[in-house]
């Protein structure tokens, strides 16, 4: 006999997060240490034919035609990030998606800055 909630969880809200895991071949991780959520990816203009034509990597590709870091990209394409570096180090394997390192700043300048703003919070 069932009861009418064993069957709860299959709701519309799990439907994308299965697929995703389906799409990432169930990697919830990429294995490229280079990429985290500041790192930009552009496409690389290279005559590189997209093998994976999934929604999610088509959506990539088209907004990555201008540098994106790899949260913008998250937020546009809304997936979750960790999902996101995973497609986007598909797509950087595949020599679709060229990744650049964020510019390194001087420690200094951000502590500086961070200073600044917690005295214009204390003031107000």
């Known amino acids: 006999m069932s009861h009418p909630d064993d069957e709860a969880w299959f709701d ?46 088509v959506a990539i590709v088209e907004l990555c035609r201008t ?12 997936l979750p990030l960790a999902m996101t570096k995973v497609l986007v180090g598909d797509l950087v ?8 390192a964020p510019a390194a700043t001087e420690a200094g300048a951000d502590v500086v800055l961070l200073q600044a703003i917690l005295n214009g919070i204390r003031s107000l």
């Open 67 to 78: 540098p994106q870091s790899i949260a913008e990209v998250s937020a546009q394409v809304r």
């Open 12 to 57: 519309e809200e799990a439907g994308p997060l299965v697929r995703l895991y389906a799409v990432t071949r169930g990697r919830g991780r990429t294995s490229r240490a280079e990429l985290n959520m500041l790192t930009r990816v552009v496409d690389s203009r290279m005559p590189v034919r997209v093998r994976r034509t999934e929604p999610e990597y």
């Open 93 to 100: 394997e595949d020599g679709k998606l060229v990744a650049r």
